[in-house]
């Protein structure tokens, strides 16, 4: 990832029946759900925020990814469970400068839609570097009897956050994966990144995320005496899934991840070195090559009808190491 590559450092239809049933926390259940409703009331938003930074920081000053995996799923659970096993790894006795992730001037922004999975996402500050920067994550969660779960999270500059479309009850317009009427439908959006990465093109804006990460990456195949070699695969399904948000000038906001594999093979002679992290997660032996697996999660805005996709934020996290 660009800005904040772990998050342990300071650093998702059945047919209708039209049967209502109202839950002990008071909250609506729709059987069939086909009804459209609120993913969430904000009393319900806030508890599974709250929930989640109990369980986050109570794994992060521990370093064991047990303590927070139910509440984290999709690319994030992938990150921030290889992450906390890395240092598991290097630091058994936990984390020895561990500070509480808060977050603060939180916002919810929950849509209503029918069936599931339901989701909404958060806006808030947070008492980490890089300073500055609204903190997006967005929980999903399968079912009524499933735990709302932190599922992406990018970083934003305040200035770089689009208006959101609402509907006449102040709720935000999701957009559906097929995303008619935009640039990009949000279910291609993985794919097209993943052929950009390889070949260029127009379908995405210049920028640190775009046409800088692969020009970096380009330089990097020509290192004296390393040949590396880069594959790069969409991940669109399950908690992978892309989430999309209507924006006032119609287009979305959409959330979207990749899975990308390098493999970096040192020269006959010469010793492939790897750092502390790719160590913790590595099986096999570097012995003349080592294949680095790495999950990214994206945040994009996605113009109204035709136009270049803006990547917004990027982050990434190493999730797996093989040495050869």
């Known amino acids: 990832m660009s800005r904040v590559r772990r998050l342990g450092r300071p650093v998702s239809y059945a047919a209708a029946v039209a049967v209502l049933s109202l839950t002990a926390s008071g909250c609506v259940t729709v059987h069939g759900e086909r009804e459209v409703v609120r993913t969430a009331t904000k009393p319900e938003a806030a508890r599974a925020l709250k929930d989640f930074l109990t369980a986050y920081n109570k794994a992060d000053k521990a370093y064991d990814p047990a ?112 995303g008619a009427g935009l640039a990009v439908a949000p279910r291609r959006l993985s794919g097209e990144y993943s052929t950009y990465l390889k070949s260029g093109g127009d379908t995405f804006a210049p920028g640190p995320h775009t046409s800088q990460w692969k020009e970096a990456r380009d330089r990097n195949k020509r290192r004296l005496g390393l040949a590396v070699q880069y594959i790069d695969e969409p991940r669109t399904e399950g908690a992978f899934a892309p989430l999309g948000l209507r924006t006032k000038d119609g287009g979305a906001l959409v959330f979207f991840a990749t899975h990308h594999y390098e493999k970096q093979t040192a020269s006959k002679g010469l010793n492939v070195t790897v750092d502390a992290d790719v160590k913790a997660l590595m099986k096999g032996e570097a012995k003349q090559s080592v294949m680095l697996e790495r999950v990214s999660n994206q945040v994009a805005l996605d113009p109204g009808g035709t136009g270049r996709v803006k990547v917004l934020s990027r982050m990434q996290g190493l999730v797996g190491a093989k040495g050869e």
């Open 67 to 178: 303590l927070d995996a139910a509440r984290v799923t999709g690319p994030l659970g992938a990150i921030n469970q290889a992450g906390l096993k890395a240092r598991q790894v290097q630091h058994p006795d936990g984390n020895a400068r561990y500070v509480p992730l808060k977050l603060t001037d939180v916002t919810y922004s929950i849509p209503k839609k029918a069936g599931w999975p339901r989701w909404f996402v958060v806006d808030a500050e947070a008492n980490r570097k890089p300073h500055g920067y609204r903190w997006l994550i967005a929980f999903t969660r399968d079912s009524a009897d499933a735990l709302w779960e932190a599922t992406y999270l990018n970083l934003v500059r305040p200035d770089q956050l689009p208006e959101l479309k609402k509907d006449g009850d102040g709720h935000v317009v999701p957009v559906a994966v097929g």
